[in-house]
């Protein structure tokens, strides 16, 4: 037999309690833990370079090697 109890007008076993006991105390965890979103650095590094031609070779260098990437 399980153990009954009366909560709010209503008979509820101690295994429904149990499982809720859990589940909240589970789900609580995991929602406080998992924290929000971070959103992503899309900064870079200054690009030292010399010229303008080192400076667009580099750039250029930049979108080929993140598209290959993707």
Do not use: C
């Not at 809720?20 to 900064?43: C, F, H, M």
């Amino acid at each position: 037999m399980v153990a009954m109890y009366t909560i709010a007008g209503r008979q509820v076993g101690s295994h429904v309690l149990a499982m809720a006991t859990l589940g909240v105390t589970i789900g609580g965890s995991w929602l406080a833990l998992s924290g929000g979103k971070k959103p992503e650095d899309k900064s870079t590094p200054p690009i030292n370079a010399k010229s303008k031609e080192e400076e667009s070779f580099v750039k250029d260098f930049i979108k080929k090697a993140e598209g290959e990437k993707k």
